[in-house]
């Protein structure tokens, strides 16, 4: 009998909940066949077989937490697909059963002596009055646990009391202390409610946005661009573009293009504190979030700075599709050095995003909206224009150098034509 357990999945995942079993008890599986779909805080991975055989025992149901390590699953390498193998196995738990029971009475016994004889010999050497030792077994008192107040420690009845109450006041403070956690835990409602469970996912972008929070001088600064150059670039672009390289000309890689040319000039923005070091990264891992039915996740575009408008647009549509089906992997979430987050598709005028650490920057893109704006020659024009919002950790970086970077984004975005070139 072999069995399947909760294998190595990554060096920061060291637990998962099972999600769905896609073998039953007596199905026949052959070797590196899926058997289960794990979820992990950041992905979903399937569990594959090591040994071919049949399904004999599920030992881990689902929306159950598991460990590395775990057995969740038996799989018999000579049995038959059907119903042989449960009655296989049946036998060797009721043999098993009986051995435990005469061991049970034989030991019993042996071991309640040597309780009594350890005790026996614990008492002998306290040093007590005997009206103490009759105090301590009407309040059921073990005297060794009990701090005599006279120097040379001799323990008297007055001690075994204060002993008593403290044990006491011990047993009254527990329940209490249940009690305020239950209550903190759950509310109860006069009105209809329905209690969910939260996927694991859910619960830890719940502990990391705390953990930032918590963690970081988070502060956001906000600014705005004119889109009209940007969107006009692509109207004269657009056929060529998808005839060119088989997608679209999108904002996204504009504006990953402008983070990077910004990232350039302010390195600071692309570092991350280990300890009492500062670290720069030479590279430009660029995270881009999607939002998913599970929650946010933030798959990165690997080595942004070296893809071409076409290959940024190409990456960030692979790995929207990757995650709306549920298909990411680890590594596309590991390593980003800086994110971008687009509430704008789903409406939202201004908001403040929060940092996804060890990250010290995160650009925040909104809604466009055409505004009257006065231009330089003090007319009035009509303009595409978004508010972009920085947040940034202030440990690392200034007010000034945050400032400075997205006004060098907003003026990269407005004059898209070096943007495009130089990209």
């Known amino acids: 009998m072999n069995e399947i357990k909760i294998p190595e999945l990554a060096e920061s ?27 992990t805080d950041k992905v979903n991975v399937e569990v594959n077989s090591d040994f071919a055989g049949v399904i004999t025992e599920i030992l881990s149901e689902e929306g159950e937490d598991v460990e590395v390590g775990d057995t969740i699953a038996k799989i018999d390498e000579n049995g038959e697909a059907g119903g042989d193998a449960p009655e296989e196995k049946e036998a060797p738990k009721e043999e098993k059963k009986e ?92 009105k209809p409610v329905e209690r969910v469970k939260m996927t694991r996912r859910r619960q830890t972008i719940a502990r990391n946005l705390v953990e930032v929070q918590q963690e970081t001088a988070m502060l956001t600064t906000f600014n705005e661009v004119d889109l009209t150059n940007v969107m006009k670039l692509r109207s004269e672009r657009k056929e060529k573009f998808i005839e060119k390289h088989g997608v679209k000309l999108g904002f996204m890689s504009f504006f990953t293009k ?76 590991t390593g980003g050095s800086f994110t971008i987050t ?53 440990r690392i970086v200034d007010g000034k150098e945050a400032v400075q970077f997205l006004v060098r984004i907003k003026q990269l975005l407005e004059d898209p034509y070096d943007l495009l070139l130089e990209g």
């Open 342 to 394: 687009n509430g704008g598709t789903f409406g939202s005028m201004l908001s403040t995003p929060i940092l996804n650490a060890p990250q010290v920057g995160i650009l925040g893109m909104h809604n466009i909206q055409k505004r009257a704006m006065v231009m330089p020659d003090d007319s009035i024009e009509v303009r595409p224009m978004m508010y972009l919002a920085l947040s940034y950790d202030h």
């Open 99 to 190: 051995e435990t029971v005469v061991e049970d009475k034989d030991e019993t016994p042996k071991k309640e002596e040597k309780q009594e004889s350890g005790s026996n010999e614990d008492k002998g050497d306290i040093i007590a009055s005997p009206a103490a030792r009759k105090r301590a077994r009407e309040l059921n008192i073990d005297l060794s646990s009990v701090s005599p107040r006279d120097p040379l420690g001799r323990v008297r009845p007055e001690d075994v009391e204060a002993a008593a109450k403290d044990e006491s006041e011990k047993k009254a403070s527990k329940p209490a202390k249940k009690e305020e956690k239950k209550e903190a835990a759950k509310t109860e409602f006069d």
């Open 258 to 333: 402008a983070v990077i040319g910004a990232l350039k000039e302010f390195p600071y923005l692309n570092a991350e504190i280990q300890g009492k070091e500062l670290v720069l990264k030479k590279f430009y891992d660029i995270g881009i979030a999607v939002s998913t039915d599970d929650g946010l996740v933030v798959p990165v575009v690997r080595d942004a700075d070296r893809l071409d408008f076409a290959g940024v647009e190409r990456e960030i549509g692979n790995l929207g599709k990757k995650a709306r089906d549920n298909n990411l992997a680890l590594d596309d979430l």
């Open 13 to 39: 995942i060291t637990e998962g909940t099972i999600a769905e079993w896609l073998v039953k008890k007596g199905d026949k599986i052959e070797k590196g066949d899926p058997v289960v779909e794990l979820e």
